[in-house]
């Protein structure tokens, strides 16, 4: 029986150490964080277990709430829909005002919760506020400007700043939230932003085709950090969080060298990513000045080809609705939609696994919540 047990306990012992030999050693950080937290998986409450860079506030305005907030009562279909989905918070803008705000499973207004990857056009702000301020010189700049060693990678020199933004980087990345040994795990889980990016190689010509990677926007945000030479939080707090008026600080989690995950991971409540949604709804002015270049908002939300016009730069679009939309989207349901004919903005954060897509990749959820808002808050 001892005997046994010795053997099992040397398996474990030599399967633990080629987990680290071969470099999946961020698994067991991963375990650490899910499993042993009572989760299966990455979720919105989970920024306390990581390293984070803070987004300061200052100053906060808060929305003014129109005269009827909160007088509405939401239909039984959306109801049903938003307790299904294990929604923490919806909350709709109108005309500027706050007209409904509501809550479930504990969450509350001041509930910080995960954005996953909303973060990624919340990276293209920054980058179009760079290019603004002249700290990057064009959106066509190569990466290899930034960074020489891609000058020796196959099809590395020819990766720009806007192929990044665009998701037609051509990299080899496979997106999988699943799988552990593939590349979103370690960027997640792993020590060094870094060493999950830079040793990637491309597998085809950067602008050839559109294809969604969180690998892409990590290498974005180097490119912005290392033009900026700040933290991107601090950038981020310094040019949209205290200008607008956020009402509390974020946090914005980080590999241990401090690099934001900036596929990812800004950690807030639903009111101040509302206020995200309404600057592009008023073209990038908040509290009467202008925040981001309207220019660069435009390009933001305008369609590409590659991606069959359903993507921009950082942002998801949908003019296939009769109703028009476009939004920030995160992991497990996160939302900012941006509604321009009725000056609407609808946030849904939660914990929506597997939510169901159409055939274009595009959440069933967000023209629902699109269609049905619409009619309900006229």
Not at 36 to 49: E, H, M, R, V
Not at 86 to 91: E, I
Not at 163 to 172: F, N, R
Request: with cysteine; charged share 20%.
């Amino acid at each position: 029986m001892w005997l046994s047990i010795q053997i099992v306990l040397i398996v474990i012992a030599v399967a633990v150490i080629l987990v680290y030999l071969t470099g999946y050693g961020y698994i067991f950080n991963g375990i650490s964080k899910t499993y042993f937290k009572g989760k299966l998986s990455a979720n919105i409450d989970d920024g306390p277990y990581f390293q984070s860079n803070r987004v300061a506030a200052a100053s906060p305005k808060p929305w003014e709430k129109a005269s009827e907030y909160n007088t509405y009562t939401l239909p039984q279909d959306l109801m049903q829909d938003l307790e299904f989905s294990r929604t923490a918070s919806f909350l709709v803008v109108k005309n500027g005002k706050l007209v409904h705000e509501q809550y479930w499973n504990g969450y509350h207004a001041e509930s910080s919760t995960n954005s996953f990857s909303m973060a990624k056009a919340v990276t293209v702000m920054l980058l179009g506020k760079a290019l603004e301020e002249k700290q990057i010189s064009s959106i066509d700049e190569k990466f290899s400007v930034f960074f020489g060693e891609f000058n020796q990678k196959e099809y590395g020199k020819e990766l720009t700043l806007k192929h990044l933004a665009c998701m037609e980087s051509g990299l080899d990345w496979e997106e999988n939230y699943k799988n552990p040994f593939l590349p979103n795990a370690k960027a997640y889980y792993g020590k060094s932003l870094i060493s999950a990016t830079f040793p990637r190689k491309f597998k085809e010509h950067p602008g050839s085709r559109f294809e969604y990677q969180s690998g892409s926007t990590q290498l974005l945000g180097f490119a912005i950090r290392k033009s900026i030479n700040q933290t991107l939080a601090g950038y981020l707090s310094e040019k949209f969080w205290i200008p607008m008026g956020m009402e509390h600080p974020a946090s914005w989690s980080t590999d241990e060298s401090g690099m934001e995950k900036t596929y990812c991971c800004i950690h807030s409540n639903a009111r101040d990513f509302a206020k995200l949604g309404q600057l592009f709804l008023d073209n990038g002015k908040a509290g009467g000045k202008q925040i981001l270049n309207k220019d660069f908002i435009e390009q933001m939300r305008t369609p590409t080809e590659h991606s069959g016009r359903i993507y921009g730069m950082g942002l998801w679009i949908n003019h296939d609705n009769p109703v028009k939309h476009y939004y920030f989207l995160g992991l497990q349901g996160q939302y900012i939609i941006m509604v321009p004919e009725y000056d609407m903005v609808i946030v849904r954060t939660g914990s929506y696994h597997n939510l169901p897509k159409n055939d274009r990749g595009r959440p069933d959820q967000v023209k629902f919540l699109v269609n049905t808002a619409v009619t309900l808050f006229q």
